[in-house]
């Protein structure tokens, strides 16, 4: 079967109530744009080309047609916090699937890149809208190295170009959604208390010397509400959002 993430692939490996109702494009300006308030939790658009594909703090994010897995959830948290949390939810759901796919270690870079080796493989984007939560997951699957977006500072990979796997993304998209499902009820019931463990041993920063906006020093991990805790000359301090600079160290 060619590999296409239209509705006749997917469906029927959807396992749970994330992918219903399944709206799919060939092509949109961004799948973030696709969901509307109204529509029931777990609704997910997925597309195989966005032309204004979107990343946190207004960057582009780029991917060559039907070679990445570009998709939206909607969430309807019953009580609404921040997306701070839940991005991180799903940041985690991302890098239990890459890490089963590719059977090597993968990294959660506080608030939202998924990294393995030290090179970007998916980004999460969370939204919130008219009372709902959106979350954006873009994950590289089978672009090959020059079809990745050149990234300054944090390198870009993909499945591909760690394996020489090319995947079908049908049943990788519904393992996501799955997995989204499941430690979304895990955060409804505890917050990220419960999943902690495994975001200390995910996290990227911990250990490192990192500038967050007007706040440097040694980034200590995750709090239980999804802020990045600072250890600073000033003593501990909580980082709700922004961008981590990783420092050379000393
Ligand atoms: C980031 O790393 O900055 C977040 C990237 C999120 C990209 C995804 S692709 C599907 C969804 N639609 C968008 O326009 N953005 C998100």
């Given at each position: 079967m ?5 509705a006749?692939?997917v469906?029927?490996l959807?396992?749970?109530r994330f992918?219903?109702p ?5 092509s ?7 969901l509307?308030p109204?529509?029931?939790e777990g609704a997910t658009?997925v597309c ?9 703090l207004?960057?582009?994010w ?5 070679a ?6 909607l ?6 916090t921040?997306?701070a949390?839940l ?10 699937v890459v890490?089963r796919?590719?059977?090597?270690p993968c ?6 890149d998924?990294?393995?080796s030290?090179?970007k ?7 919130s809208?008219g009372g709902?939560?959106?979350?954006g ?12 977006p ?6 870009a ?8 796997i090319r ?7 519904a ?20 999943l902690a463990?495994e975001l ?9 010397h990192?500038?967050?906006?007007d706040?440097?020093?040694t980034?200590?991990?995750?709090a ?5 805790e600072?250890?600073t ?5 909580l980082?709700a959002s922004g961008?981590v ?6």
């Open positions: 060619a590999d296409t993430l239209a006749d692939a469906v029927s959807i396992r749970g992918g219903i399944y709206l799919f494009r060939d949109c300006a961004s799948t973030q744009r696709l509307t109204e529509l029931p658009a195989e080309r966005q032309t204004a594909g979107r990343g946190r207004e960057r582009r780029e991917a060559p047609p039907a990445a897995i570009l998709c939206s959830v969430l309807r948290p019953p009580v609404m921040g997306v949390g991005t991180l939810v799903a940041g985690l759901a991302v890098a239990r890490e796919a590719l059977g090597r990294q959660l870079k506080w608030p939202n998924v990294l393995v030290g090179r493989i998916a980004g999460v984007l969370g939204e809208r709902v939560v959106i979350l997951i873009g994950l590289n699957v089978n672009q090959d190295e020059s079809e990745l050149e990234r300054p500072v944090l390198p990979t993909s499945l591909f170009a760690v394996d020489g995947r079908r993304r049908a049943p990788l998209l393992e996501l959604l799955f997995e989204l499902e499941q430690l979304y009820g895990h955060w409804l019931g505890g917050r990220l208390s419960e463990g200390a041993s995910r996290d990227y920063l911990r250990g490192r990192v500038t967050v906006g706040v440097t020093g980034a200590v991990g995750i239980p509400d999804g802020r990045l600072v250890e000359s000033a003593g501990r301090q980082v961008d600079r990783v420092e050379p160290s000393a």
